[in-house]
C-alpha cells in the first residue's frame, strides 16, 4: 500500500534551519505532486508548498517564500521529497505533513489522496 513517511522535525531557534524528508512508496509516482501542509494546534492544516512530478513547478503560501525551498528525488517507484527550511520563526511552530495527489498543484488539502502521519517542527524565540 501507500506510505508518506515523514523525518526530520525538531526542535530549532529563530532563525535556525531544519530540512522534513518524505519518503514515499508502494506506486509509480510518475505524474504525482507532492506537497507539505502543516498545521499549528487549534489551527486548520495550511498548504505550505507543492512540486509537481517532473519538478518543473512549484509553489510556496506566500509566508514561506524566499526561506523554503522544496525539492524532490524520482526513483522507479519511491519519491523522497525535501523541504529545506530556513530563517525559521516562532510561527512556522506546527506539525508539518507531507501529501501527495496525481496532477498538477492544488493548494487545498481535499485535493490529496495519501498523507503521512507528519513531523513536528517547534521553532523557539
Known amino acids: 500500500q501507500v506510505q508518506l513517511v515523514e523525518s526530520g522535525g525538531g526542535s530549532v531557534q529563530t532563525g535556525g534551519s531544519l530540512r522534513l524528508s518524505c519518503a514515499a512508496s508502494?506506486?509509480?509516482?510518475?505524474?504525482?505532486?507532492m506537497g507539505w501542509f502543516r498545521q499549528a494546534p487549534g489551527k486548520e492544516r495550511e498548504f505550505v508548498t507543492a512540486?509537481?512530478?517532473?519538478?518543473?513547478?512549484?509553489?510556496?503560501v506566500d509566508s514561506v517564500k524566499g526561506r523554503f525551498t522544496i525539492s524532490r528525488d524520482n526513483a522507479k517507484n519511491t519519491v523522497t521529497v525535501y523541504l529545506q527550511m530556513n530563517s525559521l520563526k516562532p510561527e512556522d511552530t506546527a506539525r508539518y505533513y507531507c501529501?501527495?495527489?496525481?496532477?498538477?498543484?492544488?493548494?487545498?488539502?481535499?485535493?490529496?489522496?495519501?498523507w503521512g502521519q507528519g513531523t513536528q517542527v517547534t521553532v523557539s524565540s
Open positions: 508502494g506506486r509509480t509516482f510518475t505524474g504525482y505532486t
Open positions: 512540486i509537481t512530478g517532473s519538478a518543473s513547478m512549484t509553489t510556496y
Open positions: 501529501a501527495s495527489r496525481f496532477g498538477g498543484v492544488f493548494s487545498s488539502a481535499s485535493a490529496y489522496d495519501y
